[in-house]
């Protein structure tokens, strides 16, 4: 790991200030992204600034009906709280199905949407990665590419968004907001949070320079059943090959978003549009634009059989 220094941040606007005008330097919330990069040096960041401390831990209810989630709420305590388990239920359920315990502890709201967009050869300094150093090629293209993007993907990036919770956030219309350095906020439809990686893969959001997440919006309940199917190689503490987060209503209709699949949680309204035809229905309009490998290629059956399981469990009579 590279030297760097550190300052603990007293409010957010000073956070987002002292990022913005300090060349190389990062935010530092749980860490347990950023760490990890940092030992591996494929983030060198010269100047951390702490915003453990800015009391952006609260679940409270809004104006509208929904709830604020503070940028710093852990994994663990968003998906025990009682609202977001009675009422956003796809949430908790996509929570739950990532990573351990213990990273769920320390783990936060901000940082879980944050966590880089990438492959097995962006951990590799060895590999060309235009991630990790952009115009160097990608490796993946032409290598191995099982757990990679079949949509959504460039010639130069066909990494994958690892994320569980965006999922769900995707398919709940979740807005994030944020503060700038000059102290204005703004609200970003999490639809519009990631990028897919086109020219500019190395940048995974849309978030500008210094701009720190503050919290992130959630409206009202949609009611309906809640749903978040995870398959993976391993049965605990893997990325998902495919991921399917809904929400479904009585007569059929609903909202599906899918994660494995590419650069950010894929969700098509077209394919929402269709869901009450079926699973077939949805994944021929979700994945029209594919282009998987031959290795990867099996992720949109994979997809389809998921959604079907989904839809199965909707149209099952309940107790």
């Given at each position: ?102 990273l769920r ?67 709940l219309d ?92 894929w969700r ?52």
């Open positions: 790991m590279k030297s760097f220094t550190y300052e603990r941040a007293t409010s957010p606007a000073q956070a987002a200030a002292i990022v913005a005008r300090t060349p190389g330097a990062k935010f530092l919330g749980g860490g347990t992204n950023l760490l990890d990069l940092m030992k591996l040096e494929i983030e060198t960041p010269t100047h951390l600034v702490d915003v453990q401390d800015l009391k952006l831990d609260r679940i409270e209810k809004t104006r509208e009906g929904g709830l604020r989630i503070g940028a710093l709420v852990t994994n663990t305590a968003l998906s025990a709280d009682e609202r977001v388990r009675r009422d956003y239920g796809v949430l908790a359920r996509a929570i739950q199905a990532g990573a351990s315990g213990q502890n320390k783990a936060t709201t901000a940082g879980n949407l944050l966590q880089r967009t990438r492959c097995p050869y962006f951990y590799d300094p060895n590999m060309p990665c235009n991630k990790r150093k952009p115009g160097s090629g990608c490796s993946a293209i032409g290598g191995y590419s099982r757990q990679l993007a079949v949509v959504g993907s460039s010639d130069k990036c066909i990494a994958t968004y690892p994320g569980d919770m965006a999922q769900a956030m995707r398919v979740a807005a994030v907001e944020t503060v700038k350095a000059d102290g204005t906020t703004r609200a970003i439809p999490i639809a519009d949070f990631h990028r897919l990686p086109g020219d500019r893969p190395e940048i995974d959001n849309v978030l500008e320079r210094g701009e720190l997440i503050t919290g992130i919006a959630l409206p009202k309940p949609l009611g309906g059943q809640h749903f978040y199917q995870k398959v993976r190689d391993r049965a605990s503490y893997a990325f998902a090959l495919v991921s399917v987060a809904a929400v479904i209503q009585k007569d059929g209709s609903g909202r599906v978003s899918f994660g494995g699949v590419a650069h950010k949680p098509v309204a077209a394919a929402d549009a269709a869901l009450p035809q079926g699973a077939q229905a949805v994944a021929q309009r979700a994945f029209a634009e594919a282009r998987p490998t031959e290795d990867n290629r099996f992720k949109i059956p994979l997809a389809t059989r998921a959604l079907a399981s989904v839809i199965a469990q909707a149209k099952a009579p309940r107790a």
